[in-house]
């Protein structure tokens, strides 16, 4: 059984970094894709940063050039790097994983999931 578990959240001032991680327990399968989301209540669940077994990356538009996702097969756990945080970036962070390729940036494309850590950015 698959099962994913985010630390790394908190509360940070606007310009600050943050690196979330996700590790990961159990087998997906040698073709995977894992992605990070966030949501702030009352919204749609948003696609961040997603990357694939086969080396492809995928960043929102509103991320590109400050977010970074990553990971270590070895302590398998994915990372996604935060910088030059910004107020909106506020949400509840999760990392999702599914079986396959692509790097679909929609949550209904993934089957694993974790309970999320909240990242606070402050003006």
């Known amino acids: 059984q698959v099962q994913l578990g985010e630390s790394g959240g908190g509360s940070v001032q606007a310009g600050g970094s943050l690196r979330l991680s996700c590790s990961v327990s159990?087998?997906?399968?040698?073709?995977?894709?894992m992605g990070w989301f966030r949501q702030t209540p009352g919204k749609e669940r948003e696609g961040v940063a997603t990357?694939?077994?086969?080396?492809?990356?995928r960043y929102a538009d509103s991320v590109k050039g400050r977010f970074t996702i990553s990971e270590d097969n070895a302590e398998n756990t994915l990372y996604l790097q935060m910088n030059s945080l910004k107020p909106q970036d506020t949400a509840m962070y999760y990392c999702?994983?599914?079986?396959?390729?692509?790097?679909?940036?929609?949550?209904?494309?993934?089957?694993?999931w974790g309970q999320g850590t909240q990242v606070t950015v402050s003006s």
């Open positions: 999702a994983a599914n079986s396959g390729l692509g790097v679909p940036l929609y949550s209904d494309q993934y089957h694993y």
């Open positions: 159990g087998y997906i399968n040698s073709w995977y894709y």
């Open positions: 990357l694939s077994s086969n080396g492809a990356i």
